[in-house]
Nanobody, 125 residues
């Protein structure tokens, strides 16, 4: 079955960094746009970042621009989200999503076909 698995979450102090990974199994990510989304308790799910299948175009939410960087390594079938200068308001479950017919111009829409189970990021002192 097609599967996306996020990893790399954890507890970090404000100002710290984490790198999230989204690994695909059962299919190749070569032709899939990938989005990162997050949802905090009691909050709406929001788009964080998006990267096109070839990695040539990216999008970021204003709240993370300049702090987060999305990248992909298609040879490893993995997409990354480097998160720097983390703030308590970044605390959320982070999900990656994939869709071959989703384009980053649609971001932050979250109507992607495939979703991972999420990884918890907690930013606290």
């Amino acid at each position: 079955q097609l599967q996306l698995v996020e990893s790399g979450g954890g507890l970090v102090q404000p100002g710290g960094s984490l790198r999230l990974s989204c690994a695909a199994s059962g299919f190749t990510l070569d032709y899939y746009t990938i989005g990162w989304f997050r949802q905090a308790p009691g909050k709406e799910r929001e788009g964080v970042s998006c990267i096109t299948s070839g990695g040539g175009s990216t999008n970021y939410a204003d709240s993370v621009k300049g702090r987060f960087t999305i990248s992909r390594d298609n040879a490893k079938n993995t997409v990354y989200l480097q998160m720097n200068s983390l703030k308590p308001e970044d605390t959320a479950v982070y999900y990656c999503a994939a869709d071959p017919y989703y384009y980053c111009s649609q971001f932050p829409a979250d109507d992607c076909d495939y979703w991972g189970q999420g990884t918890q990021v907690t930013v606290s002192s």
